[in-house]
């Protein structure tokens, strides 16, 4: 079993749904989650980060943190095409020098206008 | 203005040849990182490296050398070429702290045959 688990998709929503992107993991030693965002032939980009259990929003995004359920999820409101992209959920412990941030497997999200 | 800059950007090349990735940074940061970006969009850390230090070194086979001249470099060379290393490579960088927000070049994409 992978330390972070994440449906691969791929998801196809029409424009101005509202999207939710999730995924889960193993280690309880995560404090600090991350989501990332690729375009394709691109490099990930930051898009949120939250420290700990809690709610983030950040525009049309939000992100929360369920440690208790050792669940995050992403969710994207009034999508646009311009989101159509592979969403990477990441995380890491706090020991931060030797820690390194793992990665989900990413899911591939297309807006249909 | 680019932040994280790879050089190549392809890379096609025989079994058994010899290849090296060049990534500069010029935001400032003092921490790179190779990850390896494998077709299935799976990203997994290589190397870290802080102020020019091996800090994080993943399972990687020893025909991947990192090299960091400087804060502002980090270079991989690949001996052997195999055909499972066909791959995107990406070179990040971040500051060293809690908050590390890591920003990725462009992707080296690496073919061989």
């Known amino acids: 079993q992978k330390e972070v688990e994440q449906d691969p998709g791929p998801l196809s929503v029409p424009e101005g749904a509202i999207v939710s992107l999730n995924c889960t993991y193993s280690?309880?030693?995560?404090?600090?989650f991350m989501w990332y965002r690729q375009y394709s032939r691109k490099g990930p980009e930051l898009l949120m980060y939250?420290?700990?259990?809690g709610n983030k929003e950040d525009g049309r995004f939000t992100a929360q943190v369920d440690k208790s359920s050792k669940y995050i999820s992403l969710f994207i409101r009034d999508s646009q095409p311009s989101d159509s992209a592979t969403y990477l959920c990441?995380?890491?412990?706090?020991?931060?020098?030797?820690?390194?941030?793992?990665f989900g497997t990413g899911t591939r999200l297309t807006i249909i206008p | 203005d680019t932040a994280v800059s790879q050089t190549p950007k392809y890379l096609v090349t025989q079994m058994g040849n010899d290849k090296s990735i060049k990534c500069e940074q010029n935001?400032?940061?003092?921490?790179m990182y190779w990850y390896k970006q494998d077709s299935k969009k799976f990203l997994k850390i290589m190397f870290s490296?802080?102020?020019?230090?091996?800090?994080i070194n993943e399972t990687v086979p020893n025909r991947f050398s990192p090299k960091s001249p400087d804060k502002a470099h980090l270079n991989l060379h690949i001996n052997s070429l195999e055909l499972g290393d066909s791959a995107v490579y990406f070179c990040?960088?971040?500051?060293?702290?809690?908050?590390?927000?890591?920003?990725f070049g462009p992707g080296t994409r690496l073919t061989v045959l």
């Open positions: 990040a960088s971040s500051d060293w702290g809690d908050y590390n927000e890591q920003f």
């Open positions: 280690n309880s030693a995560f404090q600090y």
């Open positions: 939250t420290y700990s259990s």
């Open positions: 990441a995380m890491r412990g706090t020991n931060f020098g030797n820690e390194k941030l793992t």
């Open positions: 935001l400032g940061h003092d921490t």
């Open positions: 490296y802080n102020n020019k230090e091996l800090i």
